[in-house]
């Protein structure tokens, strides 16, 4: 099968190579599933540049795709062959990831698509709307609630304002430019903000004058001013994402408020929350309330492009396209 492999750590020309590979073989309880879109996360490039923590032979990345099951291993449901899935994790803690023709997974991360579900959206399922399901709902339903999602138009700020405004919540959002915030009004989200504007923060507490109860935060020592200014007594930072250096944290201010900071990696969220979370979106699926991004379609090809475009912050949800 043709694969992108990188066996060295660095830049995404430097070590991203595309080449035969053989194609993989389910284990127990495993199903193999034929790719047609890989999606790119922004820690598939850091993955690809910082590693993470083992030892590294040989890597094919990504953790999120959508296919077609065409073969499972001793144990699986031989019934599931022919299902169209979204896949998600292929690659944590395993070589075989979704930048390539197949790959195999345990069977619960090849979860059965509604026929009326286009690929592009499925591609991008994954590590983002895993994310944003568990920063949302850890803590229990949201409705009635003030939430206020940092980067309003990325891919796990998008799916949060989505999930969100489908649990019943008031959105607030953040962007950095006018169609960033169209795409996030489109989302669902009421007010959308500047977060660069000297009255964002007036401008958010006009929306919630009592302030917002949880913000999901991709950045934030450089946010947390802001955050400080407009969240709710008791009120919860969810941060799922992380920045070059560490954010000096005001313990005293937020004792004073009693206000919480819960960080999240969605790798290790654990088996019962992340399964909470699928079924969730698989529910939203349904009710067909979920939307894609704009899609940015590479080759597999050009594997090294694509990386860098995620790395670069471009508008929309990088994918690619597997050979036939």
Request: net charge negative.
């Amino acid at each position: 099968m043709l694969a992108a492999v990188y066996e060295r750590l660095g830049a995404a020309r430097d070590v991203l190579d595309v080449r035969r590979m053989p194609r993989p073989e389910p284990g127990p309880g495993e199903v193999r599933v034929r790719l047609r879109l890989s999606g790119v996360n922004p820690s598939d490039w850091r993955a690809r540049l910082h590693g993470r923590g083992t030892p590294l032979q040989w890597q094919i990345p990504h953790s999120d795709g959508v296919g077609v099951v065409d073969a499972v291993g001793p144990g699986a449901d031989p019934g599931r062959i022919g299902s169209r899935v979204w896949v998600w994790n292929a690659a944590w803690r395993r070589r075989h990831g979704t930048a390539a023709q197949w790959t195999c997974v345990p069977d619960r991360q090849a979860v059965n698509l509604p026929e009326h579900v286009g690929d592009e959206l499925a591609a991008g399922l994954g590590i983002p709307f895993i994310t944003a399901w568990h920063a949302l709902f850890a803590d229990g339903p949201l409705d009635g609630a003030t939430v206020l999602v940092a980067g309003g138009a990325g891919a796990v700020g998008n799916a949060a304002v989505q999930l969100a405004s489908r649990a019943g919540a008031t959105v607030l959002a953040t962007a950095s430019t006018d169609e960033k915030a169209r795409l996030a009004r489109a989302a669902g989200a009421s007010v959308v903000v500047d977060y660069r504007s000297s009255e964002a923060a007036a401008a958010l507490r006009a929306a919630a004058p009592d302030g917002v109860g949880r913000i999901l935060e991709l950045a934030l020592g450089r946010n947390l001013d802001l955050d400080l200014e407009v969240l709710a007594d008791h009120g919860t930072v969810v941060v799922y994402a992380p920045e070059p250096e560490p954010p000096p944290i005001p313990v005293q201010r937020l004792m004073a408020r009693n206000l919480r900071t819960h960080f999240l990696l969605v790798y290790t969220i654990g088996p019962r929350a992340q399964e909470d979370a699928v079924r969730g979106i698989t529910a939203a699926l349904e009710d067909g309330a979920l939307t894609p991004l704009p899609t940015v379609w590479f080759p597999l090809h050009e594997v090294a492009a694509a990386h860098e475009a995620v790395e670069g912050g471009v508008l929309g949800k990088v994918v690619l396209g597997l050979p036939e």
